[in-house]
């Protein structure tokens, strides 16, 4: 059998805490509950198999209010239960509690996640909803006049508009009159007055614990955009000047347009009905989280990769889009990568944190000075520099250069993967040492 995933899980005898996992598989993408399997996926066995076929189904019915096929099977003369769950489109509990799939995990919802997901079972999104206290005198007419700028290509209808009411019902920011959430992100003079962790804040730290200073970007998400990119500029990333030609133009630590892409991304994508987004940066890279884990349909190395869109806030990103924010739906990870390999430095790094997605962009770290700070012998030095001018490095090159043993050669080699500089590749006759 295959190995456990999201939609597979096996057990070895039956317990009636189990019921969460047919809840979770219900809530989720539906799955399969396999009992009298262990964990490599071998049966082992029921011996009271008969019993179950009929305790199962009805505990299904009586606790969830939902059924499943409950089938008997057999392997190697050995029974087994096979508890077929499909997803449902309404909310199922199990006595009270609400869980879905994580994985290879069940997880039981809890505060904002749990509104979030009866919200999406409701086919609503939390963007969407009305916001009751809100005015058309809470919209902010500067924040009005730049998208109608900025949306000239892709919705022409913006410039022409006069009635900001009518350009907001337009981009579906209005309910029954009403302005949504997302209109008071989008275009609100003051949303961290409705919605206060709306924000995002940035640090500077000298290394993991220690801050050197910080940043909080208010505004709506077009000011929150524009002055995070001001505030890396002016306050927290260098810039090298190059002369080409006649021209004068400022490089930055990151590349602009790779960084820009993940704070837009952070702004369009993350969980408004949680904490705040984070950036923060250290002396050898810059982090970028968000709250709001990756949508079912993506995976993490989907987003290296041409992928469909399927954005948390779509009325929010589809705003972004009109005002060219965002150049293609699912292009902008992409983007990312494709400005970091411009600058020559290494591809971002995308991962699941903390209940969120993280992004972090890596510096050039592979120069003599800072591979000195960090306690490095001349060799070892000498080693990485060589490997960062060719690609790689080979046991027979290393023997050359250093003019060592064999034994040494390769314990020398495996020390720089040891530590997580270089990592290895091919097999003992064809093996090279690559930058990590």
Request: glycine content about 6%; charged content about 30%.
């Amino acid at each position: 059998m295959k190995k456990e995933d999201q939609h597979t899980e096996y057990k070895q005898s039956w317990r009636d805490e189990y019921l969460k996992w047919i809840c979770a598989f219900a809530n989720t993408n539906g799955g399969r509950l396999y009992i009298g399997i262990n964990d490599s996926g071998s049966a082992i066995g029921l011996e009271d198999f008969k019993k179950l076929l009929e305790d199962i189904p009805s505990k299904i019915v009586n606790v969830l209010g939902i059924t499943a096929d409950v089938n008997l099977k057999k392997e190697k003369g050995k029974e087994y239960i096979e508890i077929k769950v499909k997803h449902y489109d309404v909310p199922v509990s199990c006595r009270g509690k609400f869980y879905v799939r994580s994985g290879s995990t069940t997880q039981e919802l809890n505060g904002a996640s749990l509104q979030n997901f009866l919200l999406k079972k409701g086919g609503l999104a939390w963007e969407s909803l009305v916001e009751e206290r809100a005015t058309i005198k809470d919209i902010n007419p500067e924040t009005i006049a730049h998208f109608k700028e900025l949306a000239k290509e892709r919705f022409p209808l913006a410039e022409k508009e006069k009635s900001t009411l009518y350009l907001l019902e337009k981009l579906r920011l209005l309910h029954k009159g009403k302005l949504t959430r997302a209109a008071i992100l989008l275009f609100g003079k003051d949303p961290q007055q409705f919605y206060i962790s709306s924000i995002i804040r940035v640090g500077k730290f000298l290394d993991e614990a220690t801050l050197h200073s910080m940043d909080e970007i208010k505004g709506n998400l077009f000011e929150q955009v524009e002055e995070t990119m001001e505030v890396l500029k002016k306050k927290y990333l260098h810039a090298e000047v190059k002369i080409k030609g006649l021209h004068r133009k400022e490089y930055l630590e990151y590349p602009e347009e790779a960084l820009r892409e993940a704070i837009i991304n952070a702004v369009a994508h993350r969980d408004y009905s949680a904490v705040h987004t984070q950036l923060k940066i250290y002396p050898d890279q810059l982090t970028l989280w968000n709250n709001g884990e990756l949508t079912e349909k993506l995976t993490i190395e989907g987003l290296k990769k041409k992928h469909s869109s399927y954005p948390r806030n779509v009325l929010i990103a589809d705003v972004f889009f009109k005002a060219g924010y965002i150049d293609a739906w699912g292009h902008g990870t992409i983007k990312m990568i494709e400005e970091c390999k411009k600058a020559k430095l290494p591809e971002p790094v995308y991962e699941d944190a903390f209940g969120g997605m993280q992004v972090t962009f890596l510096k050039d770290i592979y120069t003599e000075e800072y591979l000195a700070k960090k306690g490095l012998n001349e060799k070892q030095i000498k080693a990485i520099l060589y490997v960062k001018k060719n690609g790689s490095i080979t046991n027979s090159e290393y023997r050359k250069i250093f003019e060592t043993p064999d034994r040494t050669t390769s314990r020398d080699l495996m020390t720089l993967v040891s530590i997580g500089v270089l990592r290895k590749e091919g097999d003992k006759k064809s093996s090279k040492y690559l930058l990590r």
